[in-house]
């Protein structure tokens, strides 16, 4: 009867050690679970970026305006017979105090 009970503790210490530090053990488990949490949401990231990026060019297909808008807030390009005023902000120089 011991004997058995002994083979039963053996088999059952066996397959914890199997468990936590055999191939593919718990702990590895563990660690790909946390990789696969971080990824998940880099791709969640990605995809609403992607999604932004997917509307600006079916509004650069669908209009001209959209590309005349950029044209205008990015390039700073004007149209023909347009006059254009570029206002300079001059700051003022402090007075000397003697």
């Known amino acids: 009867m011991k004997a058995i ?8 210490l ?3 050690y199997m468990f936590l530090f055999g191939y593919n053990n718990f702990f590895e488990l563990r660690k790909l679970q946390a990789q696969l949490e971080t990824q998940a949401s880099e791709n969640k990231v990605l995809k609403a970026r992607n999604d932004r990026l997917l ?8 209009s001209d305006k959209a590309v005349e808008a950029i044209a205008r807030s990015e390039l700073g390009l004007i149209k023909e017979d347009e006059v254009f005023y570029q206002i300079v902000e001059i700051p003022e120089v402090e007075a000397d105090s003697f």
């Open 14 to 16: 066996g397959l914890a």
């Open 5 to 12: 009970n002994y083979s039963i503790l053996v088999c059952l």
């Open 55 to 62: 509307r600006q060019v079916m509004a650069y297909k669908g």
